[in-house]
């Protein structure tokens, strides 16, 4: 095992990549890339766990740090050569073939993963603090400009093929609208598809900031209202999206009702920090042991929250999947509940004999329970 380590800290200059394979863990493969994020060298590694790949951009100490003696073969590819491990009996045996690969550009390799990409012109993301005047992202905001373009990319599954002419979509809670002024773009500048956008907050000074700068462009149908959308009159006409991302606690549960109501065809949605449940949920069954301490109590009533969420959904209507958004280490706040309108619905018997049995409070099924 040293030996592999070795040289992979010799030869850390010349990676190109590293392919550990055939364990027999859970993880099935792990791919390593040397990869530029803010003109800082880290290693991305691609973690195939099931069915499901995870990534996640680590220093070359936390590359290190993987257990390789798991797998049963180590490929280490360099710029002239590539060395494959295989485990025996009496440990690694090496194989070394000359063979030239390139490391290439690695903050290209960065920038090729996004949909909306560093240099592209976004001008408002230069009023909004995120591009500078050049069309670089700003360092401090790379993980913001990630996360929205992932938002984006995800809207993109659903929108590839799309013959849509016009859409409306209402964004709550929306900030600075980073992500509003990014959809704005996507939608009009790149699927040439007309969109109506209002982004709803109760902060005036953002509300100003954000009408000022789509006035500046004339994105005339991109507009933002202070309301409070727990208790304001909202837009009146047909629509067909509703998104939110990280809208604080219940403003989400707010913005799913509205959605249902008002039979809106494609919801978006990344909840945010939520009290509710944690404060009021009771001992009462066979979840007690997950309210014994804060941290998990926390963790479940977060994770209780967003299922009662999904389910309400589902028992008006919708079909509905829950992604990983960004991964945990970047935001632990990083569900998406993604829906879409049909016709089958189910009951919502099991949730409510849950709520019988544990006493707790959550706003969307409060407010769709009012009907
Ligand atoms: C964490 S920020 C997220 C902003 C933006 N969506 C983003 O991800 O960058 C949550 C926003 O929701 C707004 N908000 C919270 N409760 C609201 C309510 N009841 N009505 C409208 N906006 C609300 C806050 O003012 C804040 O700007």
Redesign the pocket.
Known sequence: MNKILNDIKTNEHKIVKLILSDSSTEIKKIIVRPIEIRKQKLWQIEKFEGTKVFHENVSIQEVLDIDFSVFKQICVQKTNEESIYCKTKSGYKVKTNEKQSKIGNLSNNKAKNYLINEGDSVPAMVDLGIFTKEGKIINSMYD?FK??NHFIELIDHTFKSSKMEEITIL?????????TFLIYHYFVKMKKIKAKIIG????KD?VKNCNQIAQKYGYNDLKFEL????KDELYKGKIDMVI??????T?TD?ALDFAIKNKVKYIFSVP?CQHEINLSIKKGGDFDILMSDGLIKERFSSLLTDSIRTEVLRSCGYSVDVIEFVDFAHSPKNLMIRATKNSTKKTLNKVKELQNKYKFNQKLLELVSDN
Request: glycine letters at 6%; aromatic letters at 14%; hydrophobic letters at 30%.
């Open positions: 913001k996360q929205i964004d709550f809670g929306c900030g600075k609208s980073y992500l709803y907050d109760i902060k953002v309301s409070d959308v727990s939110t991302l990280h809208a604080c606690d403003a707010y945010c």
